[in-house]
């Protein structure tokens, strides 16, 4: 939640224009998110049908090659119906906060891992997917260093990026000017979690979305939470990087002490967070940047 929350009313009905910028309802925020994943679910179906790949599923760089293209087209028609006139790095939020929200997102983009994997491995253990995500992944990076290096690139820069800018960027700023922080952080954690296409991945996803969601609200910038974003993928692909195909596949699941203690962790943090949005007073005008 923002430490300087207000009343800020939920009306259904769109406001007036305001010095050049529309706010946004949650039906449009969800049909705009919505719409991007249909978007990107065509292009992949595009290309696998020019491949004729019938067998399997295309690769990372492909499949971000069709998340970027279809987040940017997303992004020009937000800007262009919500804030033609504003400028791109205001409108997203890329801007300075208190530095002390670095260090936390770091922190916090290490400890979320644990009740987020701890959750995912519940899930698949009474549903299965049809093949472990460090499996899959392990399998991509066959290709020796080059292609590491690009995945990395993909899996700890460009891609949160990209997510960050849609989801706590592009989508954040109009819905909290319309609506309270808390229900513009539950709107975009829901939509970032049903992005990701898997259907177990949606509750630990939403976690992670929660935490990002009050790391941008806070902190009234977009930087921190791509800081932790980097570093959460970063450390799925440092774990699989780091282990054979063997021992992925044989992994026992987090110990239920170790769950409790990242889940304390993460809540801790978080506490931290918000303590520190309410006393900067630099993260206070970053916040008042969205609203104003």
């Known amino acids: 939640m923002d430490p300087n929350d207000d009343d800020r009313p939920s009306s259904p009905l769109v406001p007036p224009?305001?010095?050049?910028?529309?706010?946004?309802?949650?039906?449009?925020?969800?049909?705009?998110?919505?719409?991007?994943?249909?978007?990107?679910?065509?292009?992949?179906?595009?290309?696998?049908?020019?491949?004729?790949g019938g067998e399997g599923r295309l690769d990372l760089v492909?499949?971000?090659?069709?998340?970027?293209?279809?987040?940017?087209?997303?992004?020009?028609?937000?800007?262009?119906?919500?804030?033609?006139?504003?400028?791109?790095?205001d409108y997203l939020g890329v801007r300075a906060t208190h530095r002390g929200f670095f260090p936390?997102?770091?922190?916090?983009?290490?400890?979320?891992?644990?009740?987020?994997?701890?959750?995912?491995?519940?899930?698949?253990?009474?549903?299965?997917?049809?093949?472990?995500?460090?499996?899959?992944?392990?399998e991509e990076l066959a290709g020796g260093v080059p292609k590491r290096v690009l995945f990395f690139v993909i899996l700890v820069l460009a891609g949160p990026l990209i997510e960050e800018?849609?989801?706590?960027?592009?989508?954040?700023?109009?819905?909290?000017?319309?609506?309270?922080?808390?229900?513009?952080?539950?709107?975009?954690?829901?939509?970032?979690?049903f992005a990701h296409l898997e259907w177990q991945l949606v509750l630990p996803i939403g976690i992670v979305g929660l935490s990002l969601g009050l790391l941008r609200s806070a902190s009234g910038s977009l930087l921190p939470s791509f800081v932790m974003h980097g570093?959460?993928?970063?450390?799925?692909?440092?774990?699989?990087?780091?282990?054979?195909p063997t021992e992925i596949a044989d992994s026992a699941p987090i110990p239920?002490?170790?769950?409790?203690?990242?889940?304390?962790?993460?809540?801790?943090?978080?506490?931290?967070?918000?303590?520190?949005g309410?006393?900067?007073e630099v993260a206070r005008e970053a916040r008042e940047k969205d609203v104003a």
């Not at 960027?169 to 609506?179: H, S, T």
Request: charged letters at 15%.
């Open 278 to 280: 309410k006393k900067s």
């Open 256 to 276: 239920l002490s170790v769950t409790i203690g990242g889940s304390a962790v993460t809540l801790v943090l978080l506490g931290l967070v918000y303590l520190l």
């Open 104 to 138: 936390l997102a770091a922190m916090l983009g290490m400890a979320v891992q644990i009740p987020a994997n701890a959750l995912y491995d519940i899930i698949v253990k009474r549903w299965p997917t049809g093949q472990p995500r460090e499996e899959m992944l392990q």
């Open 165 to 193: 800018v849609f989801f706590r960027g592009a989508l954040f700023r109009p819905l909290r000017r319309r609506y309270d922080a808390l229900g513009t952080i539950l709107a975009t954690s829901t939509f970032f979690a």
């Open 17 to 52: 224009a305001e010095r050049g910028e529309r706010s946004m309802s949650y039906l449009s925020a969800a049909g705009f998110a919505v719409g991007t994943t249909f978007l990107y679910i065509f292009f992949l179906s595009l290309i696998g049908s020019i491949r004729g």
């Open 62 to 89: 492909t499949s971000f090659g069709c998340q970027l293209v279809s987040t940017l087209l997303a992004l020009f028609l937000i800007l262009q119906l919500h804030a033609p006139d504003k400028s791109i790095r």
């Open 231 to 244: 570093l959460f993928n970063g450390i799925t692909l440092g774990s699989v990087y780091s282990r054979s």
